[in-house]
């Protein structure tokens, strides 16, 4: 079965501390991985993805195959971090994407 | 200026209403899908199409219904069938489905409460 699971509803940090969101996923092909952001009042946008091995925002997520993961991290958090993240994985046979239940960010100063 | 529009932003339907939910792309995108985001439960997909008159039944397709007539549009109807509609509703579109581009692009969502 293809699903994507996010552990943590809430996750709470001070300013500067070191952020990670947990997401292991589940799937028989080849996995393509996403993380989603929604700031408050605004909409759901793309963060980055694992093709690109890309860094935004201080964001990055790698790829464990072996344990199903792709957790994002951040060494140190930042107010403006505060949203919720969803994890997400796009079915390479129908490009639809199965998102995690999201994870709350919460950066307090 | 490129990009999903859904309206209306805020929706009240009376219990044994159908509504229609509407979303428009300017992007080309040839795939449309339609979410329902409730707390705790992340983001269900209830429709998706991967080409204009072409549609399938996401996770919760039951109580809804779609058209692709054109490929700028995909419009979701809830109908009186959808046990508990109330909820917020997002629309999205990506470039050709199967391609290993870019994520989605996302409307602003309609948030429908039944009264």
């Known amino acids: 079965a293809q699903r994507v699971t996010q552990p943590e509803k809430l996750l709470s940090v001070f300013k500067g501390a070191p952020v990670e969101l947990k997401c292991n996923y589940s799937y028989s092909g080849s996995p393509e991985l996403f993380w989603y952001v929604q700031y408050s009042r605004q909409r759901l946008q793309l963060l980055l993805r694992h093709i690109s091995r890309e860094s935004i925002k201080g964001f990055t997520a790698d790829l464990n195959k072996g344990e199903t993961s792709f957790h994002l991290k951040k060494p140190f958090a930042q107010e403006e971090d505060s949203a919720m993240y969803y994890c997400a994985l796009r079915a390479s046979n129908t490009g639809k994407l199965i998102f995690g239940q999201g994870t709350t960010l919460q950066v307090k100063p | 200026d490129g990009g999903i529009t859904q309206s209306p932003k805020y929706l009240f339907r009376k219990e044994g209403q159908n509504v229609t939910l509407s979303c428009e792309q300017n992007l080309n995108h040839d795939a449309m899908y339609w979410y329902r985001q409730d707390p705790g439960q992340g983001l269900r997909l209830i429709y998706y199409s991967q080409i204009v008159n072409d549609f399938q039944k996401g996770d919760i397709a039951e109580g809804y219904s779609v058209s692709r007539e054109k490929k700028e549009s995909f419009p979701l109807t809830v109908t009186s069938a959808q046990k508990n509609p109330t909820a917020f509703y997002l629309c999205?579109?990506?470039?050709?489905?199967?391609?290993?581009?870019?994520?989605?692009?996302f409307g602003s969502g309609t948030r429908l409460t039944v009264v």
């Open positions: 999205a579109s990506s470039a050709r489905a199967g391609l290993i581009t870019g994520g989605y692009t």
